[in-house]
C-alpha cells in the first residue's frame, strides 16, 4: 500500500539553486495538491491539479512552478530557491477535487534554503 | 474569507484525562469538515470527517459533530492515550477541491 510518495525526504539547497520535488500516486486519483506547511501557519496550498492535464495557482504559488506528468505524477520546481521556501511540502491526492473527498498525504519533503 | 480557528497548543495532559480541541470556521455554505493528525516525521491522515450539519464524525474514540450554528467542529476523546501525541489539524474543503487547514493543535500526553 504505497499510497502517495515523495522524494527526496530530505534537501539542503544553496539560494538561487534549482530542484524538483516528486510525488506519485497509485490510488488512479484524480487530484493532485502541492501545500508548505511552516511553523505556526498551518498548511497552504501552493499549487494544485484538478485533473491530468490541468493546473492551478493556490494560495501561495510564486517562486514555483508545477508539472503534472500523467495521472500519477504531479512534480512541483523551485526555479531559484529563496531561504523563504524552507519548509516542509506535503503532496496530496483525492479522488477528485471536491470539497467533500478525502484527501491523502504523502510523507512530506524537508527542505532548507542556506 | 475562509479561515480556520483551532485552540493554540501545546496542550498537555496525562494518561486517561479528556480531550477537548476547539475549532470554528469561517465559509461560504456549508462545507465538509475534517480533521487531520500528523505523527511525529509523518505526513497527515484523516481523523475523521463530518459532510453536513449534525453529523458526528468518530474514529479511535475521537469524536467531533458539525454544529451548523455555531460553525464549529470541536475534537473530543474521553481518555487519551501516549498513543494519542501528535498534532491535530482541524479542516474544510475548499471550492478548489483543497483543504482550508488550521494552525494546528499540538497534544503531549504524559503517562
Known amino acids: 500500500n504505497a499510497g502517495v510518495t515523495q522524494t527526496p525526504k530530505f534537501q539542503v539547497l544553496k539560494t538561487g539553486q534549482s530542484m524538483t520535488l516528486q510525488c506519485a500516486q497509485d490510488?488512479?486519483?484524480?487530484?493532485m495538491y502541492w501545500y508548505r506547511q511552516d511553523p505556526g501557519m498551518g498548511l497552504r496550498l501552493i499549487y494544485y491539479?484538478?485533473?491530468?492535464?490541468?493546473?492551478d495557482k493556490g494560495e501561495v504559488p510564486n517562486g514555483y512552478n508545477v508539472s503534472r506528468l500523467n495521472k500519477r505524477e504531479f512534480s512541483l520546481r523551485l526555479e531559484s530557491a529563496a531561504p523563504s521556501q524552507t519548509s516542509v511540502y506535503f503532496c496530496?491526492?483525492?479522488?477528485?477535487?471536491?470539497?467533500?473527498?478525502?484527501?491523502?498525504f504523502g510523507a512530506g519533503t524537508r527542505l532548507s534554503v542556506l | 474569507g475562509n479561515s480556520v480557528t483551532q485552540m493554540e497548543g501545546p496542550v498537555t495532559l496525562s494518561e486517561e484525562a479528556f480531550l477537548t480541541i476547539n475549532c470554528t470556521y469561517t465559509?461560504?455554505?456549508?462545507?465538509?469538515l475534517f480533521w487531520y493528525v500528523q505523527y511525529p516525521g509523518e505526513g497527515l491522515q484523516l481523523l475523521l470527517k463530518?459532510?453536513?450539519?449534525?453529523d458526528k464524525g468518530s474514529n479511535k474514540g475521537f469524536e467531533a459533530t458539525y454544529r451548523k450554528e455555531t460553525t464549529s467542529f470541536h475534537l473530543e476523546k474521553g481518555s487519551v492515550q501516549v498513543s494519542d501525541s501528535a498534532v491535530y489539524f482541524c479542516?474544510?474543503?475548499?471550492?478548489?477541491?483543497?483543504?482550508?487547514f488550521g494552525k494546528g493543535t499540538k497534544l503531549s500526553v504524559k503517562p
Open positions: 496530496a491526492s483525492s479522488l477528485v477535487g471536491e470539497a467533500k473527498n478525502i484527501q491523502y
Open positions: 490510488m488512479n486519483h484524480n487530484s
Open positions: 491539479s484538478a485533473s491530468e492535464g490541468t493546473t
Open positions: 465559509a461560504t455554505g456549508y462545507p465538509s
Open positions: 463530518a459532510t453536513k450539519a449534525d
Open positions: 479542516a474544510f474543503g475548499g471550492s478548489q477541491g483543497n483543504l482550508i
